[in-house]
């Protein structure tokens, strides 16, 4: 892990007028690392406001396609330099959740943003996540999935319908998220980043070559608007996506 620059005084980041995030209605439930929060949550992580992008890793890059190491610093500076770089990162592509290695990080850490099927928004990072088996659900649903390691493209996939996932926060402290609907997807498939798996490694041959041309195809769109959020929201660019 690299050392982070200086820090600068936290910014007041707003999402550009197109983004998702700029049209999150008032009064939806928040809970940020398992915790219903009491108050109005901001349209962005508050740990964004730091952050800066990083480039996003893309299908066979060889850092996707190994397990992650465990985290054993915790409260570090250079730690929470990360998850603000990785909220802000996931943002400004439009994403409901980042793993570490997607911005070149072998390190089991994860960020999310996203929404549940009841309507309710989850928020927070976890650190060496586990999938609780005994504690999630059986039952699989069919929903379509992408992945901002695999831009522009989608597919069906099925997934359990309920996740509990444990792990620690930046600081070490125990954390337990539960989630259901696409939220629960969500944790999936983020765990799954982090034991080196690609959501297109689960698909059968001939829809895997479809995804991949999807995105070959729609790469260099989807790259330059992520360079145009960045660009109208002022913040410092360190992908190197031209």
Do not use: K, W
Not at 62 to 81: K, N, S
Not at 114 to 127: I, K, M, N, Q, T
Not at 222 to 230: H, Q, T
């Amino acid at each position: 892990m690299t050392e982070p620059a200086a820090a600068s005084p936290a910014r007041s980041l707003v999402p550009p007028p197109d983004s998702v995030r700029a049209r999150i209605p008032a009064g939806v439930p928040v809970y940020v690392r398992g915790e219903r929060f009491e108050g109005e949550y901001p349209p962005l992580a508050p740990e964004a406001a730091r952050g800066r992008m990083l480039r996003v890793t893309e299908a066979g890059e060889e850092v996707l396609a190994r397990r992650c190491a465990g985290a054993t610093d915790f409260g570090t500076p250079e730690l929470a330099q990360l998850v603000a770089d990785m909220f802000l990162t996931m943002y400004l592509a439009e994403g409901a959740g980042l793993a570490a290695n997607q911005v070149d990080v072998d390190l089991r850490l994860f960020v999310y943003d996203c929404f549940d099927d009841e309507g309710a928004r989850h928020v927070g990072h976890v650190l060496n996540p586990v999938i609780d088996e005994a504690a999630s659900g059986r039952a699989l649903v069919d929903d379509v999935e992408g992945c901002l390691s695999v831009p522009g493209a989608q597919h069906e996939l099925p997934r359990a319908d309920r996740t509990v996932v444990r792990g620690v926060d930046l600081d070490g402290r125990p954390v337990t998220i539960e989630g259901t609907g696409y939220f629960a997807r969500c944790l999936q498939h983020e765990t799954d980043h982090l034991n080196g798996i690609l959501y297109v490694d689960r698909l059968a041959r001939r829809a895997r070559r479809t995804v991949l041309t999807d995105m070959a195809e729609a790469r260099a769109t989807v790259l330059a608007e992520r360079r145009a959020r960045a660009a109208a929201m002022g913040v410092e660019d360190l992908s190197g996506e031209r």
